[in-house]
């Protein structure tokens, strides 16, 4: 069934979204960086994550029931 496709393709998308917010993490808790610097890798990242759950939200009301 194609809906599998839909599981596998956000997969994809998290995993490799997790691996720039790790990255990102990883910038953001360097030694030496100003408080202003951190706040703003912060807010980035919060940005991304709230885009991401936007659009898997977005994919589940447009693809109504998903069947397991």
Do not use: C, N, P, S
């Amino acid at each position: 069934h194609f809906q599998y496709y839909w599981y596998a393709i956000i997969f994809l998308v998290f995993d490799i979204a997790f691996m720039f917010l790790a990255f990102g993490g990883v910038i953001a808790i360097q030694d030496g960086m100003l408080d202003e610097e951190v706040i703003g890798a912060l807010a980035t990242l919060t940005a991304f994550i709230v885009l991401m759950g936007l659009g898997v939200w977005h994919v589940f009301r447009k693809r109504g029931r998903i069947y397991i």
